[in-house]
């Protein structure tokens, strides 16, 4: 239970227009294929899954850092920094568990909230006001 209300207190932290990264911003933007990206890779011996996030520069429109938010690292907006690569675009790799569903969002300089055009779905928040990337393994 105290796992879930840290989260839900994360959460809510990150979608208050009070706090102290300014206001926090959610757009909706459709981007051509391939702007964005998820590559899988299953591994052959373990039930992990090494998951690639990617954010095209054109997606990451000057930004100076990127963050991948969600379920796997506790709602954590510093836990997943993405490395910026010379061409301006995004990327970082994480091992998941198989065999289930995370909801994941990608957070822009502390204040742009982005989600995933590639994801394999989308779910709105509990908080109702957003929805959230899905990928699926």
């Not at 938010?69 to 920094?81: K, Q």
């Not at 109702?128 to 393994?137: A, F, M, P, Q």
Request: charged share 20%; glycine share 6%.
């Amino acid at each position: 239970m105290t796992n879930i209300l840290s989260m839900r207190s994360n959460y809510n932290a990150m979608q208050s227009n009070a706090n102290p990264w300014g206001t926090i911003t959610s757009r909706t933007t459709k981007y051509r294929r391939g702007a964005m990206g998820i590559q899988k890779q299953f591994l052959k011996r373990k039930p992990i899954c090494k998951v690639t996030f990617k954010i095209a520069k054109a997606v990451a429109n000057a930004s100076q850092s990127a963050h991948v938010v969600g379920e796997f690292n506790g709602w954590s907006i510093s836990a997943t920094p993405m490395k910026k690569l010379k061409n301006g675009a995004f990327k970082t790799t994480v091992d998941l568990k198989i065999g289930r569903s995370y909801q994941f969002r990608y957070l822009l300089d502390k204040y742009n909230w982005e989600n995933d055009p590639e994801a394999d779905g989308l779910l709105p928040t509990p908080f109702g006001d957003s929805r959230n990337s899905v990928i699926r393994l």
